[in-house]
């Protein structure tokens, strides 16, 4: 069973940083794909960044640029780096993890960019 812990959320001015972490359970880790998806209020859930167990990154084009996707195998953690957020970065931000075609995720931390 897989289980997945977010943590570093919070609320920010525009213009600030937030590195969001992820703690993961089980052995597949370093083994599987792993991203960040987001939800905002009225909005539906979309993806934002991907890594891959190679190391390759992805991102959404409303993020590139701004944020970081790493990964730490021997701690079972992804992060999520965060810089010049916008109010639109305002959401819910889960981590995922995909092996083998079944996709886990997190619980979920909240991320509110705000004067």
């Known amino acids: 069973q897989v289980q997945l812990v977010e943590s570093g959320g919070g609320l920010v001015q525009p213009g600030g940083s937030l590195r969001l972490s992820c703690a993961a359970s089980?052995?597949?880790?370093?083994?599987?794909?792993l991203g960040w998806y987001r939800e905002a209020p009225g909005k539906q859930r979309e993806w934002v960044a991907g890594?891959?167990?190679?190391?390759?990154?992805t991102y959404v084009d409303s993020v590139k640029g701004r944020f970081t996707i790493s990964r730490d195998n021997a701690k079972n953690t992804v992060y999520l780096q965060m810089n010049s957020l916008k109010p639109e970065d305002t959401a819910v931000y889960y981590c995922?993890?995909?092996?083998?075609?079944?996709?886990?995720w997190g619980q979920g931390t909240q991320v509110t960019v705000s004067s």
């Open positions: 995922t993890l995909t092996r083998v075609g079944i996709r886990h």
């Open positions: 089980g052995s597949i880790f370093s083994i599987s794909a």
């Open positions: 890594i891959n167990s190679a190391g390759g990154t």
